[in-house]
């Protein structure tokens, strides 16, 4: 029967022009938005409303000019074979761009001070509380031998990913996560890790010491894609993370002199706490 296609085509007329006058309200009333740091779902539309409000605009109005034509009888209403098949002409198509979102790539707002405050611990002040990792070190990873780090050292499930850390770093990781997992499941589903605990010196820096020796540190991406060393770039998964990394006493490596966003490791403040509690 025609009358179907007919009834989708008047609503389609009626409802275009309401739909983009909604967005637009949108777009306006989530710039004005004050709301806390960590508002990732609100942070994602933004950025994707603006990239494509132009691309939508065109489309409303070719799909407007098109639908006007079959309603006068000067086009043809799209044929379907099946349910399926009609369901992707009323819903769209292309991939979820708001999931897909998390791996674009963005500049890193005001990097150097994206850590508001939190101090990174020196590889000497880190010795000097906790011991070297072992005595012989090189570039390479190699087994932690300091017995007091030893026996603090597991190997688990924090949530999406599994580290080698020392016992109160997993802990701490483990809250950092299960927020995440609460306030935006779509990106904890795609949180990747490239690596936890590797006992050796700097890259390219002689007698100075890795976070990563102690276990008090990991590298994160987004969907397995490594972020490029240095270049004040991230993926945006990446920054919506740090806000829960930083309320849980973490540094971000996207406020270093050389920008390592994948980075993430235990603050000065954090580690002094928890010595002075004794649980290192």
């Given at each position: 029967m025609r009358i179907v296609p007919a009834i989708i085509i008047a609503m389609a007329l009626i409802l275009a022009p309401v739909i983009?006058?909604?967005?637009?309200w949108l777009i306006f009333a989530e710039d004005d938005f004050q709301g806390a740091a960590?508002?990732?779902g609100a942070r994602i539309e933004i950025e994707m409303l603006r990239q494509q409000v132009e691309d939508l605009q065109t489309r409303m109005g070719r799909i407007q000019t098109e639908l006007a034509g079959i309603a006068s009888g000067l086009g043809r209403?799209?044929?379907v074979s099946d349910e399926d098949a009609e369901d992707e002409v009323?819903?769209?198509y292309g991939p979820n761009d708001i999931i897909d979102v998390y791996a674009q790539v963005v500049l890193i707002a005001d990097r150097l001070n994206v850590n508001k405050g939190l101090d990174v611990s020196s590889s000497s002040y880190l010795a000097d509380k906790l011991g070297r990792p072992r005595e012989v070190m090189t570039q390479d990873c190699q087994p932690m031998t300091n017995e007091r780090l030893v026996d603090q050292l597991v190997t688990e499930d924090v949530g999406p990913i599994e580290v080698q850390m020392l016992r109160p770093a997993v802990e701490s990781l483990r809250r950092v996560f299960d927020n995440v997992r609460r306030?935006?499941?779509?990106?904890y589903d795609r949180i990747n890790t490239s690596g936890s605990l590797c006992v050796r010196e700097i890259r390219g820096v002689a007698n100075s010491i890795s976070t990563h020796s102690f276990g008090m540190a990991l590298d994160l991406n987004i969907d397995g894609h490594l972020d490029n060393f240095t270049d004040g770039k991230t993926q945006l998964g990446l920054t919506i993370l740090a806000d829960f990394f930083h309320a849980e006493g973490w540094v971000w490596g996207a406020g270093f002199n050389?920008?390592?966003?994948?980075?993430?490791e235990v603050s000065r403040k954090q580690l002094d706490e928890w010595v002075e509690q004794g649980v290192l």
């Open positions: 983009w006058v909604g967005l637009n960590v508002d990732s209403a799209p044929m009323l819903r769209g306030a935006d499941p779509d990106l050389r920008e390592d966003s994948m980075h993430f």
